[in-house]
C-alpha cells in the first residue's frame, strides 16, 4: 500500500500504543497486578528511546506529509519519554498512597506520551490539532486524577476550561491560515505566503489575527504569561508527579510544535513574531520571578517558576532566526529544564510522602532529616537559577548567547533583563535552601524515602550534574538535531 | 450564489458570542457550551473555505469532521470532570469553585 513503507519510522510511536494498551489490558485482566504494571510502563518507554536512538539521523515523511520524522522530532521524543520513564518512577509509592485505581494511571502517561511523540513530528494543521487535544485531553483527565481529592478535581476542571477555549481559539486561526493559503501543510502554506500569485493578495491583514489565534494555543500549553493562569492551580491540585509531568512534557512538545510552525510555515514573517515574542518573553519571566517571590505552596512556588522558565526559553526562539544558535540553546535548556525542574519536583513528592505537606515552612530543618534530600534540592535550585557548574548554566549561557549574537541593542537588553530575572529568582530558591539549612525543624525525625523515589532523585540530580561538567555530548546532540529543521525552512 | 464573506461573518459573529459566553457564564456547563459553539463556528469557516477555495481537495471537510469528533470527545471529558466536582462541592458555579486562590 501507498504511504506505507516508511512505517518502521513510526516503531517509537507503535511501541508506545502497544504497551499502554497492554498495561490497560493486564490492569482489567489482572486485579493484583497494579504496581507491576508501572514496571511494564518504564520497559515499554525504555524500547522506545531505544527505537528512536536508533532512527536518529534517518529522515523521512508519512501518510501524506501530516507526519515528518526528522532529528529534531525524534530529540523531543527522547525528551518524552524520559520526562514519562522518571515520572512513573516518582509516581510508583506516591499513588499507592492515593488512590486503587493505579493501572489506567500508568496507561494513560504512556498514552499523553503517544501523544507528544506525535505532536512533535507533526506537519500538517489537521495533525497538529489532532495531537494538540490528544495531549490535552489525556492531560485534563490526569490532573483531575484523584476523584476523593476536591483539590485534584478543581485543578482538573480549572484546566480543562481554560484549555478548551484556547483551542478553540487556536482553532479558528487555523481554519483562518487555511482559508488564506489553501492548503493546511505546513510547507505548502509557506509557499503560498512566498509566491505572489496566491489567494494571499487580498486577505494578508487576516495573517497576524490568525497568528495571534494559533499563538494562544501553544501560549496555553507552554504557560506563557496571558495564559499561565492555569498553572498554579494545576500544579497545586494535581497528583505532584502529574505536575511534574505537565511542567516538562507537554511544554517540551509545545515548544517543539511552535518553533515548527513558526519557522517551517511563517519564515516570511519573522519580523512581526520576533517582536512580539520578545515582548511576551520578557514579561513572562519577570512575572513569574515577581509572583514566586510570594508563594508560601512549593508546588505553586515551582509553578511561577516554571513560567519564568518558560519566558528563558522563549528568548531562544526570538533568536532562532537564520543562524541556528537560538533552537541549539532552546533544545540544550529544554534538556537540561527537564532534569532539574523534574528533579525538583521528585524531591517534592519525597517530601510530601513522607510528611504530607507541600508548605515551603516546614521544610525547615530539611539537612537534618534527610540530607540527601536537601543537598539534592540545592543541585535542583542551583541549576534552575542558571549556576554553573549544572545544567541550567548550560542551557542559560547559550540561549543568552543566542540572543546577543542577533547584534541590535533591543537584543542586549533582553539579554540583561534575562540575567537580572535570573538574580531575582536566586532569593526565593535560596528562600527554601536558607530554611533547610539554618532553622530548626518542627520535629526532627528523619524521613523516610521510598527507593523508587531515591532512584529518580539520584538519576535527576547525576544527570543535572553531568550536564554541567561534561556538556559536550549533549552540545553536540542538540547541533546535530538542530540541522534538520534549518533544512526544512525554505530560506 | 452567496459570497464567501457572507459566510465568514457568520462564523466570526457565532465564535464572538461563544467567546463572550465562556468567559462571561459563571456556570460550568454554560461556558462548556460557548465552547461549542466557538467550535462549530470553526466548522463553517473551514466547510465554506473548502468550498470557494479548494473545491478540489477535501481537506476543509476532512478537518470539519475531526473537529466535529474531537469535540464529542472533550465535552465527554469536560461533562466527567463537571460530574466530580459536583460530587463535592455541590455547586458547578465556577466563582465558587474556589479552594485554590486565582
Redesign the interface.
Known amino acids: 500500500m501507498p504511504g506505507f513503507e516508511n512505517l518502521p519510522l513510526l516503531s517509537p510511536e507503535i511501541t508506545l500504543t502497544i504497551f499502554a494498551l497492554l498495561v490497560l489490558g493486564l490492569d482489567l485482566a489482572f486485579k493484583r497486578l497494579k504496581d507491576a504494571l508501572a514496571y511494564v510502563a518504564i520497559g515499554g518507554l525504555i524500547l522506545a528511546i531505544m527505537l528512536t536512538a536508533h532512527l536518529f539521523g534517518t529522515q523521512g515523511s508519512l501518510f501524506s506529509g501530516m507526519l515528518v520524522v526528522d532529528s529534531f522530532a525524534l530529540y523531543f521524543k527522547i525528551i518524552a519519554c524520559l520526562t514519562t520513564g522518571l515520572v512513573i518512577l516518582s509516581s510508583i509509592a506516591f499513588m499507592k498512597e492515593k488512590t486503587p485505581y493505579r493501572g489506567e494511571f500508568y496507561g494513560l502517561l504512556l498514552l499523553a506520551t503517544l501523544a507528544i511523540t506525535l505532536l512533535v513530528g507533526a506537519s500538517d494543521?489537521?495533525m497538529i490539532?489532532?495531537s494538540f487535544?490528544f495531549v490535552s485531553?489525556t492531560c485534563?483527565?490526569l490532573v483531575?486524577y484523584l476523584?476523593g481529592d476536591?483539590?485534584s478535581?478543581?485543578?482538573?476542571?480549572?484546566y480543562?476550561?481554560y484549555g478548551?477555549?484556547t483551542s478553540?481559539?487556536m482553532?479558528?486561526g487555523?481554519?483562518?491560515i487555511?482559508?488564506i493559503t489553501?492548503?493546511?501543510q505546513l510547507t505548502v502554506i509557506a509557499d503560498n505566503f512566498l509566491s505572489p500569485s496566491s489567494?494571499v493578495a487580498s486577505t494578508r491583514w487576516l495573517i497576524l489575527p490568525a497568528v495571534l489565534f494559533i499563538l494562544a494555543g501553544f501560549g496555553f500549553k507552554i504557560a506563557l504569561v496571558p495564559f499561565h493562569?492555569w498553572a498554579?492551580?494545576a500544579y497545586?491540585?494535581a497528583p505532584t508527579p502529574i505536575a511534574a509531568f505537565l511542567s516538562v512534557g507537554p511544554k517540551a512538545a509545545g515548544f517543539a510544535v511552535l518553533i515548527r510552525v513558526l519557522l517551517t510555515a511563517l519564515p516570511a514573517y519573522q519580523i512581526d513574531w520576533i517582536a512580539l515574542l520578545s515582548g511576551i518573553s520578557l514579561v513572562s519571566m519577570t512575572f513569574g520571578n515577581l509572583v514566586a517571590i510570594q508563594q508560601t505552596n512549593i508546588k505553586r512556588m515551582l509553578a511561577y517558576s516554571s513560567i519564568a522558565q518558560v519566558g528563558y526559553i522563549l528568548l531562544g526562539v526570538v533568536a532562532a532566526g537564520p543562524g541556528t544558535v537560538g533552537i541549539m540553546g532552546v533544545l540544550l535548556f529544554i534538556l537540561a529544564y527537564l532534569f532539574t525542574n523534574l528533579g525538583a519536583f521528585v524531591a517534592v513528592v519525597a517530601f510530601s510522602y513522607a510528611t504530607g505537606s507541600d508548605e515551603i515552612a516546614d521544610y525547615a530543618g530539611l539537612l537534618r532529616r534527610a540530607p540527601l534530600l536537601a543537598a539534592a534540592l540545592v543541585v535542583f535550585f542551583m541549576s534552575l537559577a542558571g549556576m554553573p557548574p549544572t545544567a541550567g548554566f548550560l542551557g542559560k549561557l547559550f540561549v543568552f548567547g543566542a540572543v546577543i549574537q542577533m547584534g541590535q541593542k533591543v537584543f542586549y537588553f533582553l539579554a540583561v533583563a534575562g540575567v537580572l530575572n535570573s538574580v531575582i529568582s536566586l532569593y526565593y530558591y535560596f528562600n527554601v535552601v536558607r530554611l533547610m539549612f539554618f532553622l530548626p525543624a518542627k520535629d526532627e525525625t528523619s524521613l523516610q524515602i521510598p527507593r523508587s523515589l531515591v532512584v529518580a532523585v539520584a538519576i535527576t540530580m547525576a544527570m543535572t550534574l553531568v550536564m554541567g561538567f561534561y556538556p559536550q555530548p549533549f552540545i553536540d546532540l542538540a547541533t546535530r538535531s538542530v540541522v534538520t529543521v534549518a533544512m526544512l525552512s525554505p530560506q | 450564489m452567496i459570497p464567501l464573506s457572507w459566510y465568514l461573518t457568520v462564523a466570526a459573529i457565532l465564535f464572538s458570542l461563544g467567546l463572550y459566553g465562556a468567559l462571561a457564564r459563571r456556570n460550568a456547563i454554560a461556558i462548556l457550551m460557548g465552547i461549542e459553539l466557538m467550535l462549530n463556528a470553526v466548522n463553517i469557516n473551514l466547510v465554506a473555505f473548502w468550498r470557494y477555495i479548494t473545491p478540489q481537495e477535501f481537506i476543509g471537510q476532512v478537518f470539519a469532521i475531526f473537529v466535529i469528533t474531537v469535540a464529542a470527545a472533550e465535552a465527554a471529558i469536560g461533562l466527567a470532570l463537571i460530574l466530580a466536582i459536583y460530587r463535592h462541592r455541590q455547586t458547578i458555579n465556577v466563582e465558587e469553585i474556589d479552594l485554590m486562590k486565582w
Do not use: H, N, W
Not at chain 1, 478535581?153 to 480549572?158: D, N
Open positions: 494543521l489537521v490539532y489532532l487535544e485531553l485534563y483527565v483531575g476523584r476536591p483539590k478535581s478543581e485543578a482538573g476542571i480549572k480543562f476550561l478548551a477555549v478553540a481559539v482553532l479558528y487555523m481554519s483562518l487555511y482559508g489553501g492548503s493546511t489567494p493562569q498554579p492551580d497545586e491540585g
